[in-house]
């Protein structure tokens, strides 16, 4: 079946603009993860979704940083007033059971 | 703090030499293990994962890991590196309960030679 899917695969803006970065997960899964892949800095948490439970914010670097997931399906993060370091590779994973994350392609997001 | 470690930055092995990459980690309790490797432009995929049982296990494209309690290690290794090996593998950790995010390691990159 298919997989996690991003859209779109890169992204440049310009600093101060806002962004937006989509996730399709898998169908049937129910859990949902955003994470950040910074040159030298590996992967970071930045957000979780469960089913239509309040989503765990704790890794959102800052306020400018919001995601919503519509209909416990396709997510969208967030990004305001772009800063250079934000640039990363933005991954979305999914899951259905404890342990397992499928991951999409990423989203490369540069800041100029 | 919980943490994952991966000593290991950069190795090159020559193609058909056998391969091990170390990973260490600092965790409460026993967490679920895994594997998940990167190739240029790519997504992560999963190579393998430990839940419990067995502490060798499995994996696609030849791959194996063994889990060491006593060392906090989970090594992933290969027989035979083939030039199309040749990635980014993370080391990730995560709880043994829903909703909680994959502690991962900085990264391995391999690089295979001729």
């Known amino acids: 079946g298919a997989g996690v899917s991003q859209s779109p695969s890169n992204k440049v803006t310009e600093k101060g603009k806002d962004v937006e970065l989509r996730c399709d997960p898998i169908?049937?899964?129910?859990?949902l993860y955003w994470y950040r892949q910074s040159l030298g800095q590996g992967l970071e948490f930045l957000i979780y979704?469960?089913?239509?439970?309040?989503?765990?914010k704790s890794g959102l670097p800052s306020d400018r940083f919001s995601a919503e997931r519509t209909g416990g399906s396709v997510s969208t993060l967030t990004i305001q007033r772009t800063q250079q370091e934000d640039s990363a590779v933005y991954l979305c994973?999914?899951?259905?059971?404890?342990?397992?994350?499928?991951f999409g392609p990423g989203t490369r997001l540069t800041v100029t | 703090a919980q943490s994952v470690t991966q000593p290991d930055i950069h190795i090159t092995v020559s193609e058909g030499a056998s391969l091990e990459l170390r990973c260490n980690y600092s965790?409460?309790?026993?967490?679920?293990l895994f594997w998940y490797v990167q190739s240029p432009g790519q997504g992560l995929q999963l190579l393998l994962k430990?839940?419990?049982?067995?502490?060798l296990v499995q994996g696609i494209k030849g791959f194996e890991a063994e889990f060491k309690r006593s060392q906090s290690s989970f090594n992933l290794r290969k027989p035979s590196v083939h030039w199309s090996d040749a990635a980014e593998y993370f080391c990730?950790?995560?709880?043994?309960?829903?909703?909680?995010?994959?502690?991962f390691g900085k990264g391995t990159t391999l690089s295979v030679s001729s």
């Open positions: 994973a999914s899951s259905v059971r404890v342990g397992e994350q499928y």
């Open positions: 169908s049937g899964h129910t859990a």
């Open positions: 979704f469960q089913g239509n439970s309040a989503p765990d």
């Open positions: 965790y409460g309790a026993t967490p679920y």
């Open positions: 430990y839940f419990s049982g067995d502490t």
């Open positions: 990730a950790v995560g709880a043994r309960q829903a909703g909680t995010a994959l502690i």
